[in-house]
């Protein structure tokens, strides 16, 4: 499938902004899944000063701000042919190592209510196992906007019932790496049905299942990763795959407008 | 016990690389050395050379207490030394650099995964770095203890930010003022140069791609760290900018640094602020003593960052007892330098083994430095070694335990003439397309009688060091 898609950001600011820095991680790679035909980025009131891959292989820019701007904008598009492999990302790559993957991170620190719900997955084959907990976790999050943000980790949106996307990546993993898989958080694109605007960016987890490598996990929507997913980062947790991080010097107060669409 | 001293052992009598010291001492009138003692301390405060200590009620600033008679080894001796020296620095290099790539070792099985894993110290964001000339470790201060005439061990590698070279320079300094004519009579070889080697290592690992004469900085945390001192003073010997994070920024790909002329960039940093603070961009992110996207340029490879961030890992003192495997596995030769027997209480085996004899054993916490919550179990009062127990089962893991070693001793002036004292050595190695080592280094000396803790913030001395050139 082809899919084209654009996410634009942009900050705004009540006085002009004299020194901030962004880190984006928004350079999709090609992998299995998907081949990168074109991609871009637009960068307004900023600049990049560098390059790099980071530890997980996730192409990153740093930006500064240029001159003392009142907005900036990023805005990543281009044009992905993906194709369904029903989850599977394919064999571990880098050098980063598995045994990382093992490892909680004080987003996805598992507390009282993922211990439960990690040991109510019922035995089995790996991947009905994992399956199951994508089960639990999407019966047991309902998808609500506004009730979590960035810092709420794991523990806090099971206990709470309700979260996005990134809640249910977090829960996912954190539950995942207690029943022994290396797991790890993606962010990406998905391109819903019926409709060109999406309410947000996507997250979704994944898992290592010995012979089939890295398989995919939307706790979110209950299912694997088809055609329709566009992967751009991968992290143990959302702070390491964020599209976006920044850092600014100074009082002024930020108004943050996120506008992306994915369409065939 | 009786310690081996390093000036007049028990049986063998005055040793060769004192003959001409002791010479020289026999025709001074007492009178002149207790002043000269005086004046060693007055010097001492002229150049305001303290030290900030840690968990006291003041922050108190104190002076290092200097002892005037030096700490002399013969140039024989020296020349095992270094050899012992480098093959540990090149085999910390390499596991550092292993680490942070295939982990060949963990593979092997040599060093357990978990050591690594569940360690702090390893930095994730150093996944895939590497440094020009392959050095993450660039100045490192290597702590050696002698038991014997022919027995050196290696106490600990201060691989991430080693301090006290500011020392081995002011004590030189300040004996070559107090005692010119020792130093005609006797040849040592000179330490004056560390700032320029420091420079020129320094230079010796800028970015690839940097041409000509690079800018080196020296990141220091502030006026408030206990080192500051020597971060001012290194900066100075070495002509080259004192900056702190707030004087930095990131501007056109680089680090650069806030001049009168505008920003310039920075191709080394030689940085004094520990990795957690060194980035709020990527590490914590209240930090206000680092410089945000530093990790990023330094992945970009526009930066060398000396040491490099997550050195950590290699002078952890867990890792500390796998050294002579480590040493091995790179170099594939024994290690020339021994390392002290190290109980690792993480091990139940171990852990009960060092219970049982608190009393004989000096314990040490994992990731502590500085002679910070240590046990010096002979030492110790019945209730220090219970209270320390408890706190040794409810964390095994944060603890080692190793034999309470009779350190060498040496001389010191005393109101009573001279009486030896226990010391080690610290010995600053500098890395980069080479090896350099200073002869010599800094002796920390336990200034009270039968005392085996040296550490400045435990009340311990230092004494200038002498490498004969003989």
């Known amino acids: 499938m082809r899919l084209k898609v654009s996410h634009r950001t942009e900050y705004s600011y009540d006085e002009p902004i004299r020194y901030g820095l962004q880190r984006l991680r928004l350079w999709p790679a090609s992998g299995p899944a998907q081949t990168m035909l074109t991609w871009a980025l637009h960068i307004e009131g900023a600049r990049e000063e560098v390059r790099f891959l980071d530890q997980f292989g996730n192409d990153t820019r740093l930006l500064s701000i240029d001159g003392e701007p009142h907005t900036i904008s990023v805005v990543a598009e281009g044009e992905v042919e993906t194709n369904d492999t029903a989850g599977v990302s394919g064999p571990h790559r880098g050098f980063a190592p598995l045994w990382l993957f093992e490892h909680q991170t004080p987003l996805t620190a598992p507390g009282t209510a993922i211990r439960e719900l990690a040991a109510s997955v019922g035995n089995g084959r790996d991947l009905d196992r994992l399956h199951g907990l994508m089960a639990l976790i999407q019966q047991r999050i309902a998808y609500v906007t506004g009730t979590t943000d960035s810092r709420t980790t794991a523990e806090e949106a099971l206990v709470k019932g309700t979260g996005v996307c990134q809640d249910h990546s977090h829960a996912f993993a954190a539950s995942a790496r207690l029943l022994g898989f290396p797991a790890r958080y993606v962010s990406g694109y998905l391109m819903m049905n019926d409709t060109v605007e999406q309410v947000a960016s996507h997250a979704w987890a994944e898992a290592y299942v010995s012979d089939l490598g890295w398989v995919g996990f939307d706790a979110a929507n209950g299912m694997s990763p088809d055609e329709r997913y566009v992967r751009v980062a991968v992290g143990r947790d959302y702070r390491e795959a964020m599209p976006i991080a920044g850092i600014l010097i100074g009082q002024a107060q930020e108004r943050l407008a996120v506008h992306i669409t994915v369409e065939q | ?470």
Not at chain 2, 22 to 33: S, V
Not at chain 2, 233 to 252: K, N, P, S, T
Request: charged share 25%.
């Open chain 2, 1 to 470: 016990m009786v310690a081996f001293d390093e000036m007049l052992p028990a049986e063998a009598g005055l040793r060769r690389p004192y003959e001409a010291y002791d010479g020289w001492l026999k025709n001074q009138d007492p009178a002149r050395l207790t002043e000269k003692m005086r004046d060693a301390e007055r010097v001492f405060r002229k150049t305001g050379i303290t030290f900030a200590v840690y968990g006291e009620q003041e922050a108190s600033e104190r002076l290092i207490p200097f002892d005037i008679v030096p700490r002399i080894i013969s140039g024989n001796e020296w020349r095992r030394l270094t050899q012992g020296i480098e093959q540990r620095v090149q085999a910390l290099n390499a596991f550092l650099d292993d680490i942070y790539h295939r982990q060949e070792i963990l593979r092997a099985g040599r060093v357990p995964r978990e050591l690594i894993a569940a360690n702090e110290a390893f930095l994730p964001e150093m996944i895939g770095v590497r440094p020009p000339a392959g050095v993450y470790t660039h100045i490192i201060g290597v702590d050696i203890v002698r038991i014997a005439e022919n027995e050196f061990y290696v106490l600990e590698d201060n691989a991430r930010t080693p301090s006290g070279v500011s020392y081995m320079l002011e004590n030189r300094e300040t004996m070559l003022q107090l005692f010119p004519e020792l130093f005609q009579r006797i040849k040592v070889h000179p330490v004056e140069n560390y700032p320029q080697l420091l420079r020129q290592s320094l230079a010796a690992v800028r970015p690839n791609g940097v041409s000509g004469a690079p800018t080196i900085a020296v990141l220091t945390p502030g006026s408030f760290n206990s080192a500051y001192f020597e971060h001012a003073f290194l900066a100075d010997q070495m002509g080259v900018q004192l900056v702190e994070g707030q004087d930095l920024r990131v501007a056109d790909g680089h680090v650069a640094m806030r001049t009168t002329e505008g920003y310039k960039r920075i191709d080394v940093l030689y940085r004094r602020v520990d990795d957690a603070y060194l980035d709020p961009l990527t590490f914590r992110p209240d930090s206000s003593l680092g410089v945000p996207g530093i990790m990023d340029v330094y992945r970009a490879g526009n930066i060398t960052i000396a040491n490099a961030p997550g050195t950590g890992i290699a002078d952890d003192k867990a890792i500390y007892s796998y050294m002579p495997e480590i040493i091995e596995f790179y170099t594939g030769r024994k290690p020339i330098l021994g390392n002290i027997p190290t109980w690792r209480c993480s091990e139940p085996d171990s852990l009960k083994y060092v219970q049982e004899h608190l009393g004989e054993l000096v314990v040490k916490e994992v990731h502590g430095s500085g002679g910070y919550g240590m046990l010096v179990g002979p030492a110790a009062s019945k209730k220090e070694r219970e209270e320390f127990s408890k706190k040794l089962a409810a964390r095994p893991s944060n603890y080692i335990a190793q034999p309470t070693l009779s350190l060498s001793t040496c001389p010191i002036l005393t109101e009573k003439g001279l009486a030896p004292r226990h010391v080690d050595l610290r010995p600053f190695v500098l890395v980069s397309d080479r090896i350099r080592i200073v002869p010599g280094g800094l002796t920390r000396v336990a200034l009270k009688e039968g005392s085996l803790v040296v550490n400045s913030s435990q009340g311990g001395g230092t004494k200038d060091t002498w490498v004969l050139d003989d």
